[in-house]
């Protein structure tokens, strides 16, 4: 499965983690609202992606453009011209990193230490053998997509019940295809997502601040610096990619 | 199990085609922008000219789009022109083409498209309708034929909120962001720092390109590097920059400025904002179209002697800016409006 549907998942779960913080005055509520809605978005990419056979790069690229598309409307519903959008409760920096580390302690012991884990990769990997051993590989997709998505709807939401404590159009503004390259960039393995994503954080944390000091640098380069540092990771780790050899294949049982 | 899987794949086909037309007609709602309203009949159409607007994220953003939006209204009210329409979530290129030419074709005139980014779809289809005044916000005169240019003099307004930061703050530093380095954005950070010297006269400052004109949190990342480094005046360019600042001046109690839009509304640390009247700017290039002066047009540079901005001051902040400063503010603010002063674009 190759869901580029992620980052309008996270708009849609940054969405719902601001209106449900809205209704409910607790970020906590929020974050599960999120989490929600990132499983609904899910359902709909793993219907449109596994039990219709849609082609996978288009969906996920049309559910990002009406995300963004979609999350405005509903967003402009909650304030009236003239009127700042209402300000929502936030939560701090520390339960968010416990999230993170709570979250990859659970994926990566589902991926590496279940069976349910195994079947998964091998979904990905060999999808007949997985179908020949008994597992319906249609259901084991779409649970991943919905699963997935769910963290995705997660990340929005933590974005803006985080100490951000506001939503605005596209306030993802690309994260969700820079945690796409993340995936690649650490082989589909959860350790080493986290790991790059805190190296990709950095540099940019970094380069904000280097920009105020360094004026006779281009500001340009400090801009590129953390697609820069990713790419050269990229190409020192590229020996051996890793990518599932069925990525974004459609499963048709006895078919090529 | 060829036989059975034909229905079932025809099924599949039914389902995909149906959940698509769904989202077709939803994403359909994300465009509500658009305020077309049935043609005019012939009493309507001579009742004055009608202005269209077309921008490419939402116009309801408590900043540059609403000031847009809000302008055009005014006009209306005062009936200066018969009736507008507005479209947002309109790309530049293509998009923004077939949307150009569908006003223009509707017979609005002026036509305004209300981004930087439109300059080369503005100047494609001003030429297959040489009786239009096709506007976009270059910002510094790049007029040719019936091509219009409108200007963005926001340094002006941001020398003066320059004196009201310096006068405010015990000490610290000038904060500049932008979504990108780019003329305007400069001129407003120097023009912020020039105001701030006029009260301190050592104050220092470091101007910071976002990379994005939305990405909130990045700029929030920014502004709280800055004040690290001994910020305390936050000035903004852009609304993702501008509103990661003031989230960022809430957290660390320094002080804000809103951008082409009052931003009083978001938060307490909100020191200033300035107010961007597009009908002041909008106003003249309708009053081209009735006199017929469309081809060629000109550059509408229209600033605060037009009262095209205004400075708003949080009403929480009124009463604790030295009356020293507040006199030196107004001023500024009258030299400025009389013509006395003007406030130079220093993009250095």
């Known amino acids: 499965m190759l869901n580029l549907g992620l980052e309008g998942t996270m708009l849609f ?20 609202g999120g989490l929600v809605a990132g499983a609904a978005c899910g359902a709909v990419l793993a219907l449109l992606m596994v039990v219709v056979r849609a082609d996978q790069i288009v969906t996920g690229l049309a559910f990002t453009l009406f995300a963004g598309s979609a999350t405005t409307y509903l967003f402009e519903q909650s304030y009236a011209i003239g009127q700042a959008p209402p300000r929502i409760p936030s939560l701090s920096m520390a339960p968010l990193v416990v999230i993170v580390l709570v979250v990859l302690a659970a994926v990566w012991f589902l991926l590496t230490r279940t069976t349910a884990g195994l079947v998964l990769s091998a979904a990905g ?6 179908d020949a051993l008994g597992y319906r590989i249609p259901r084991v997709r779409s649970l991943a997509t919905v699963a997935g998505s769910a963290l995705a709807g997660l990340a929005g939401a933590m974005l803006v019940c985080g100490p951000l404590g506001l ?14 390259a993340l995936v690649v960039f650490a082989r589909w393995r959860p350790g080493r997502a986290v790991a790059g994503a805190l190296l990709f954080g950095l540099c940019d944390a970094a380069q904000l601040r280097l920009q105020g000091t360094a004026t006779e640098i281009p500001y340009e380069v400090f801009l590129a610096l953390p697609y820069v540092v990713t790419l050269l990771a990229l190409m020192v780790r590229a020996r051996r990619s ?4 069925a990525l974004a294949v459609p499963f048709v049982r006895g078919g090529t | ?12 086909a039914l389902l995909a085609a149906t959940v698509a037309t769904v989202l077709l007609v939803l994403a ?3 465009d509500a922008g658009r305020r077309d309203t049935a043609p005019a009949d012939a009493a309507a159409a001579s009742a004055g000219p009608r202005l269209a607007i077309v921008y490419y994220p939402q116009f309801r953003d408590g900043s540059w789009g609403e000031a847009a939006l809000t302008g055009a209204q005014k006009l209306e009210d005062a009936g200066v022109i018969a009736d507008f329409a507005v479209q947002e979530n309109v790309n530049p290129g293509a998009d923004a083409v077939r949307a150009l030419r569908s006003f223009a074709e509707q017979g609005y005139n002026p036509i305004v498209a209300h981004s930087f980014n439109y300059g080369d779809d503005v100047k494609q289809v001003a030429a297959e309708f040489p009786n239009t005044i096709f506007a976009y916000a270059g910002g510094f005169g790049d007029v040719a034929a019936n091509v219009a240019d409108y200007s963005q003099p926001f340094w002006e307004a941001t020398y003066l909120e320059g004196i009201l930061g310096a006068g405010v703050t015990q000490g610290g530093s000038v904060a500049g962001a932008g979504g990108f380095d780019i003329p305007v954005c400069r001129a407003m950070y120097n023009a ?4 701030a010297k006029l009260v301190r006269p050592d104050t220092t400052g470091s101007f910071v390109a976002i990379g994005d004109w939305s990405d909130v949190q990045r700029a929030k990342e920014a502004a709280l590097g800055q ?14 920059p501008t509103f990661g600042q003031i989230e960022a001046a809430t957290e660390r109690g320094a002080v804000a400025n809103g951008y082409t839009g009052d931003m009083s509304g978001l938060s307490g640390q909100v020191l200033a904002s300035f107010t961007w009247n597009l009908d002041k700017v909008f106003a003249p290039m309708v009053a081209d179209v009735v006199a017929g002066k469309v081809n060629p047009t000109r550059y509408y540079e229209v600033g605060m002697t037009d009262d095209a901005m205004d400075v708003v001051i949080n009403p929480a902040w009124r009463d604790r800016i030295p009356a020293d400063v507040m006199a030196t503010y107004e001023q500024k603010l009258a030299d400025i409006r009389g013509g006395a002063l003007t406030v130079p674009m220093n993009t250095q």
């Open chain 2, 28 to 30: 359909g709602c994300g």
């Open chain 1, 125 to 130: 990997e060999a999808p007949e053998a997985v």
């Open chain 1, 242 to 245: 890793g990518t599932p050899a």
């Open chain 2, 1 to 12: 199990m060829r036989s059975s899987s034909g229905p079932r794949r025809r099924r599949h």
């Open chain 2, 192 to 195: 912020y720092l020039d105001g």
């Open chain 1, 13 to 32: 779960g940054a969405l719902a983690g601001y209106l449900a913080t809205l209704a409910s005055g607790t970020p906590w509520l929020g974050l599960g």
């Open chain 1, 167 to 180: 939503f605005v159009q596209n306030v993802t503004a690309g994260r969700g295809w820079v945690a796409l």
């Open chain 2, 227 to 240: 004040a690290d480094q001994g910020a305390t005046m936050f000035v903004g360019c852009g609304q993702g």
